[in-house]
């Protein structure tokens, strides 16, 4: 069973930046894709973006291309992501997540962080 802890959320003017964290525990770091999800209030909860297992490949949502950068550290079971020139739309709860696949499809994935909370002022 995995554990996932988010961390480094908060409320950031529109055009600034926070980063991500999330810390697993409780099994093997490297059998798991990770992913960074949101969901807005009254939205589905949607991918921002996913890392494979040692991190050679990468996936970004079209919203958030060229503005977020996910990334991974095995050495220390946590991946981050990297958000610059934040949106209002951007405000979310955001999620980690940690599946032995890599879908873009949240129901897909296995183990799932409390979430945190990205708020972007105008």
């Known amino acids: 069973q995995v554990q996932l802890v988010e961390s480094g959320g908060g409320v950031v003017q529109a055009g600034g930046s926070l980063r991500l964290s999330c810390a697993a525990s409780?099994?093997?770091?490297?059998?798991?894709?990770m992913g960074w999800f949101r969901q807005a209030p009254g939205k589905e909860r949607e991918v921002v973006s996913t890392?494979?297992?040692?991190?050679?490949?990468?996936y970004y949502a079209d919203s958030v291309k060229g503005r977020f950068t996910i990334s991974r550290d095995n050495a220390k079971n946590t991946v981050y992501l990297q958000m610059n020139l934040l949106k209002t739309e951007d405000t979310a709860v955001y999620y980690c997540a940690a599946d032995s696949l890599r879908a873009t499809i949240p129901k897909a994935w296995d183990y799932w962080g409390q979430g945190t909370q990205v708020t972007v002022s105008s």
């Open positions: 890392i494979s297992v040692f991190g050679g490949s990468t």
């Open positions: 409780g099994g093997t770091f490297t059998r798991h894709h």
